[in-house]
Each structure stands twice: as C-alpha cells, then as structure tokens.
C-alpha cells in the first residue's frame, strides 16, 4: 500500500487520539480501514466509558465488526498511533485483522516489538502483518505533551 495512504489513515487515527486527549484520556487513537475506507473509528475511553477495555484500538474493531456486519474482519489494517499492548494484539488476532499500522513504539506495555512480540507468541491461528514508525514523531509528541502537562 502507497506510503500516503499509511500517512492519510494515520492522520485519521491521530484525529481520533485528540478526542481522547480532550476528553481527559490517555491521547491514543485509531481507525480500521478496509480497503482503503476506513469503517471503524475509537479513541481510548476506559476512564470516561467505565470500561478497563475501551482502549482505542478495540473500540475501532467493535465499531468496523459492526459496520461489517461480521466479527471478523479478514484483509483490514488497523491504524493506532500508539503500539498496541497485549490485550489489543489478542484483539488483532481474534478479529483476523490483516495488518497493523502503528505511529510510535510504547516501551511500557507495547506487545509488538517493546515488551513482548505478542503476535508471534506459540498457538495464534491467524498472522498479522506489521507496519510501524508512520507519523512517529507526531504520535510520539501527543503522548509526550499530554503526560507532560499531568506533571
């Protein structure tokens, strides 16, 4: 896929990423697109949802299934502006999304490629390709100015 449609989509996911920051959540954003058109959108809601699983990337998913009319979700790429951590790749693998496309690393909870490759962990039924580093320093600069402005 064409770098500018990764850049368009990314944008897209960073949008998302403001409404959490301006909600008062931790600024992560993403978007599922089929393709190209994106179908599913989330920001992270755990604190204003009461959800521990309203992070953006399963918000999007429940939100594309939907739109689908299908749980799985076979040849979609998820956008998230933020390495997904590990609760978010098993997500990945039960919605069969096709690939992931993320902004910046997270060397906290990334399960990616930060704390654990959680997607090449032993019995996954199904392989998600990987993307990662598009829009890094703006992703990177909304996570970093929020938890600035906390302290």
Do not use: W
Not at 123 to 129: E, I, T
């Amino acid at each position: 896929m064409p770098a500018n449609i990764y850049d368009a989509l990314m944008n897209a996911a960073l949008n998302e990423a403001r409404r959490a920051r301006d909600a008062g959540e931790v600024p992560i954003g993403a978007v599922v697109a089929i393709d190209g058109e994106i179908v599913g959108r989330g920001f992270n809601q755990p604190i204003s949802s009461g959800d521990p699983t309203a992070h953006a990337e399963i918000v999007a998913i429940r939100a594309a299934a939907k739109a689908a009319g299908n749980y799985r979700l076979t040849g979609a790429t998820l956008y998230v502006t933020v390495e997904p951590c590990l609760m978010c790749v098993g997500s990945l693998v039960h919605a069969r999304i096709g690939t992931l496309v993320y902004g910046a690393a997270e060397p906290r909870t990334g399960a990616v490629v930060s704390t654990v490759r959680g997607l090449e962990l032993p019995g996954h039924f199904h392989q998600v390709a990987v993307v990662g580093g598009i829009a890094e320093e703006e992703c990177r600069a909304l996570m970093q100015a929020f938890f600035r402005a906390k302290r």
